[in-house]
């Protein structure tokens, strides 16, 4: 197992912002130390029935950027999401940064490259990245050093990242009474996500964990902050040390019944291609539906 350089004694300030069309939750992580910054997770608002793009929600945290006299180090994509769109350039364009994923991008670049019958011109080397990260690989965001840790099972491109005392699950986990994402895209599997899983509750008990999305379970308020010993303890999918095999059998019956998310058709196409929207023949913005593809 990779040795991670897990430094808890680092603690940044976290600032969410909650997507209400989509159920995210974005993040600027600041350096305490600087003015140093990251955004993880940006959305793009999409009227898909409109065919109708804008950008409150980014423009929301450009503001509180600017506001805050921060410098935009880095823009994290802790995958490609399957319900909801990326604003990675739109916000790189305005406040700089680089756009990172995990290095296995190009794997879900191939499958839906294909799916989506994307020409020659959609290149599937994560060239449309600044930066590919491979399992352990460690980057800066102003004295703090992050790292990525490598949680496949959601899809095959998921890393967690870690920041000080601060993770970023992604789709990996949600709030201990939501339990864990499904793992019934291409390239997911169950048993992959479950081995993930453990790696993130192999993180110190204290870490704080945030995530990507959360439904208000139970009619609760929504929520995005836990710690590694709260879902050790409470999760309602893998808490208590729950087996493996519990856990597939469960996660692949729950997962049977489960509808496509609303936006996967248009969220794989820009965020395959780093938040960037596609352009037909004449450059023009436009989506694909295949039919009966996914
Ligand atoms: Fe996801």
Redesign the pocket.
Known sequence: MTDYPVDISVKPDVEAFFDEATNTISYIVKDPNSDACAIVDSVMDIDYAAGRITYDHADAMIARVKERGLTLEWIIET?V???HLSAAPYIQDKLGGKIGIGSKILVVQDTFGKIFNEGTEFQRDGSQFDALFEDGDTYTIGTMQAFAMYTPG??PACMVHVIGDAAFV??TLFMPDGGS?RADFPGGDAATLYDSIQKVLALPDEMRLFM?HDYGPNGRDIQWETTVGDEKAHNIHVGQGKTKDEFVKFRTERDAQLDMPKLIIPSLQVNMRAGEVPKDKDGRPMLKVPLNGL
């Open positions: 995958h999401h399957a319900d959601h899809t992604g789709d994402a990507c």
